[in-house]
Structure formats: C-alpha cells, structure tokens
C-alpha cells in the first residue's frame, strides 16, 4: 500500500517531467497616462481625469509549439483595441517579429475608467486635449509593441492547462420596462457567467502565468467616476499577482456586451468583484485542470457584416423621437450625406480562431459581442472545449443578433467608428465564418 502511494505522489511529477509541448514568453508594460486625459467609454464625462486609483496595463503572452508555430496574445487595460490601432501594432510587429495578422490577438479589458484611447473618436474630445490623447496613444502603442517584441524573445518550456469557474456578479443588463429597453438590470436575462481559466506552469510545475475571463463590462464604475483604474477586471489580475508573486495574471473579456457587474457604483464594489474573481480564478488553479496541447492553429477572417442601407429621408425621419443613443447614428449620417460621402452597406470586422490541439478552442469575435454568440458558438462548434470570447482585434461598435435588434434598447445603436446599422441576420453571416475557421483550423464541426 505505501509503495502504491508513493507511486500515486510521484504521477502528476512524471508528468511535469514529460517533454513541454509549448514554449512561452511573457511581458508586461504600464499604460498608465502620465498626464490628465479625457476618459472613455461615457459620452457625457469631456473632462480629463482627477486622480489614478490604479494603475494600467498591457500585457503579452507568446506561444510556440513543438513544431515552431507561434501566436501572440496581448491584453489591456483600456476600451478598446480598434482597427486603426490593432493594425499599426499588428504590422510593426510583423515587420520586427515576422509574424501574420492570424498569429496576433489582442483583447481589451473595456474599462470604463480608462482613458480615451480611439483615435476615430477624437473629434468629440475637447480641442485642448487633443494633442495629449495623440501623445497617449502614441506612447501606449510603443509599450505594446516592446512588450510582445520581449515576450517573443523570452520563451521558455511550459506547460499549459485549463478549467473553468462561476462569476455570480455577471448580470444581463437589458431591463424591459413599458417604454422599451433599457440599460438596467435583468436577473431572468441570458448571461454567461463562466470564468475560464488558462494555467501556464514552467516544468517545474510552478505557476508563471494565469489568462482568465469574464463576460460583463467593466462598468461597476459609472460616468460620476473620474478615477482611472482597471476596474473589476484590473483588480481581479492585481490581486491574483499579489497572492502569487512573480506570476503574470492576464485578462479577456468575454461576450460582454448586453452584460454589466451587479451591484455597481462605487470604487469599493470594483474591488469587492474584482476579489470574487481572483478567488474564483484561484479555486479553479488548485484543481485538476485539462492538459492542453499542441500543435496551435490560428485562423483569421475578415466578414463583411451587413448594415440596412437608409434614405436621406428615412434618416431625416428617426430625428424624431429618436433616443440619445441613435443620435450618433443620424447626425453623423447626416453629416457624411451632406458631404457628398455614400454610407457604408457593410462594415469588414476581424474574427479570430485559435485551435490548441485537440484539447481546446478559442473563439475570439470582435465588437461588443452580446451573450447569444455563446449559445451560437456551441451549437455551431459543440459545446465541449470551448473558450468564447469577444471585444477582439477591432471593438467596432455593438454585435447584435436578430433578436436583439428586434427587441430595441442600446445594443442596436450598431457602428460608432463610422456611421451604420447593423441588418437583423448578422448572426448568420458571423457564424458561417467562425464555423468555417473552426473546420479550417481542425476542430471538428458536424
């Protein structure tokens, strides 16, 4: 008996002790703004922030597999990653690194209490603060691009695994009230609670890295905040690399876009989710987490999403009683028409597919992706060994399904890095894609 437990102590050892089918890079850089900057993600808060109650961060995970095939992750603490920006730090890293677009992901956090960081959307900043946001995101690109370039260059043997937890403070946020839709709070609505959790361990078996999610914004702070932070989600990886020292925590966000953290409202209720999501990520860690191995493959498309094609005048007509979120719709409309400039029939977004092996799949749709994608994703892929997440590559506006459009409320209000209305079926042009990305990378798809 003493012998069969020792044999028992020494397995998951062996194990480690086997050859690693990954090698991994890590890096990380601080995006703090150094000086006051607007802040994103509320249209009514112009002013430049008061004071940093956390600092930012962008962070690089790079992978290779036994076969040499490399990708690179790379997650921030800011609104988002659009195509404008996506593309300059994807090509500079192509021309250093020598990697494709396909081999790139990057994921935002979609913090609420970060600054404006969209170079589209600076014509709504103040004028004053205009050359300090160009500087900022001059600088935070730098960083990025430094931190993968270093994370490209540090790779090590390791081993890679994965499980998932429950966030119970994910909260549908589309209220039905008798005057539509509203952004509140809905505790019957669809909501994707789950936490994924991805474990890089060294062939030590020691923790070096830890990449997790979850499907809500990063809104427990709301437009009275003038604090820059990471909110929930920059607590949550503050917390796990303080209970793990040395260990680079890294966040994804998931198909947050009709989603928001229950309760919200204050810095102290940030903190208190952000905890709840270090536990819940540190609870699945001492498990029995699923071996992932290689070898990776990355599929890239781009999907020409279809917009309804309006009139001037049926433009003109949503004028009235039209709500302050389809405003930025009709005025900038407007505004293009009246320069003699067509309207958009269609908006090319980025979707991403990463296969690891047979062992897992990481979906990563672009946009303000609503929860539906989950449901949609596993029944087009089936749901086992499945990772859905959203805000990828090009946060472009909200993506919307059929029903939501039906519905009405925020979620339609479509582009807002150009002007344009997303057509009910979206859903089936995006999910062709993906299914198609997923057979092209390997997993298989009845």
């Not at 994965?162 to 589309?174: E, H, L, S, T």
């Not at 609505?189 to 078996?205: F, K, M, N």
């Amino acid at each position: 008996m003493e012998r069969a437990g020792a044999i028992l102590l020494l397995l998951p050892m062996l194990a480690l002790a086997q050859p690693a089918d990954w090698s991994v890079g890590l890096a990380a850089v601080d995006i703090t703004p150094s000086e006051p900057i607007p802040m994103g993600g509320y249209a009514s808060r112009r002013a430049p922030f008061e004071a940093v109650a956390q600092r930012l961060h962008a962070k690089a995970l790079a992978l290779e597999d036994r076969d040499g095939g490399r990708a690179l992750l790379i997650t921030a603490d800011i609104l988002g990653f659009t195509e404008e920006r996506s593309a300059s730090i994807c090509r500079r890293l192509s021309e250093s690194e020598g990697l494709s677009r396909k081999q790139i992901l990057l994921n935002a956090s979609h913090t609420h209490a970060g600054p404006l960081v969209a170079g589209s959307m600076l014509a709504s900043a103040p004028e004053s603060s205009r050359a300090a946001i160009r500087r900022y995101i001059a600088a935070m690109e730098d960083g990025i691009v430094a931190a993968a370039q270093r994370a490209l260059g540090g790779l090590r043997p390791a081993h890679l695994s994965w499980d998932r937890g429950v966030a119970g403070f994910v909260m549908n946020r589309r209220e039905f009230t008798e005057r539509g839709v509203i952004l509140g709070s809905s505790p019957s609505g669809p909501a994707d609670r789950t936490v994924p959790v991805l474990r890089i361990s060294g062939t030590d078996g020691r923790l070096r890295a830890v990449v997790f999610g979850a499907a809500t914004h990063c809104t427990t702070l709301t437009g009275r905040n003038m604090l820059v932070s990471g909110d929930y989600a920059g607590y949550a990886q503050q917390f796990l690399e303080a209970r793990n020292p040395g260990v680079q925590a890294m966040f994804v966000t998931g198909c947050a876009g009709d989603a928001n953290p229950y309760p919200r409202g204050t810095l102290d209720l940030a903190r208190r989710h952000g905890s709840e999501l270090a536990s819940t990520v540190q609870e699945v860690l001492k498990g029995e987490l699923a071996p992932v191995g290689g070898p990776l493959r990355t599929e890239f498309r781009r999907v020409e999403l279809p917009l309804v094609e309006h009139s001037r005048d049926q433009i003109e007509a949503m004028r009235a009683g039209a709500p302050s979120y389809r405003r930025f719709f009709v005025d900038g409309a407007m505004a293009k028409l009246d320069r003699g400039e067509p309207l958009l029939r269609s908006y090319s977004a980025p979707f991403a597919l990463w296969q690891f092996g047979s062992d897992l799949t990481l979906v990563a749709f672009s946009g303000e992706t609503v929860v539906d994608y989950v449901r949609l994703t596993r029944e087009a892929l089936g749901p086992l060994k499945l990772w859905v997440s959203g805000y990828g590559n090009d946060v472009f506006g909200y993506l919307p399904t059929t029903r939501i459009l039906q519905e009405g409320g925020y979620e339609t209000r479509g582009l807002y890095v150009e002007y344009g209305l997303f057509k009910p079926g979206v859903e089936e042009v995006v999910m062709e894609a993906v299914t198609d990305m997923a057979r092209s990378a390997g997993r298989p798809v009845e």
